[in-house]
Nanobody
């Protein structure tokens, strides 16, 4: 079982920036796809950014051009740099690791991001 620990959430004003971090345990990080999801009360958890083991990235339209996902395989950590934050970015943000060949997927505990107007 892979454990993921997120950090970096908090309260920020609209237009501000935050950087989320997600540290993974174990040895499969470098061969896994990492994703950042977010969820608001009563709604489903949505994928907003992902990065493959090879470094290819993909973004939801709602965050494209504002958020950047990156990874540091030497630290088993994935990051989400969030710029130009909007009130609608307010959510609990979750980190996910996915290694389908090993049938491993796991979630972090979530970190709250609140953007005030």
């Amino acid at each position: 079982q892979v454990q993921l620990v997120e950090s970096g959430g908090g309260l920020v004003q609209a237009g501000g920036s935050l950087r989320l971090s997600c540290a993974a345990s174990g040895s499969i990080f470098r061969i896994s796809t990492m994703g950042w999801y977010r969820q608001t009360p009563g709604k489903q958890r949505d994928l907003i950014a992902s990065i493959t083991a090879g470094g290819s990235t993909d973004y939801a339209d709602s965050v494209k051009g504002r958020f950047t996902i990156s990874r540091d395989n030497t630290k088993n950590t994935v990051y989400l740099q969030m710029n130009s934050l909007k009130p609608e970015d307010t959510a609990v943000y979750y980190c996910n690791i996915n290694q389908p060949q090993l049938r491993i997927t796991s979630w972090g505990q979530g970190t709250q991001v609140t953007v005030s107007s």
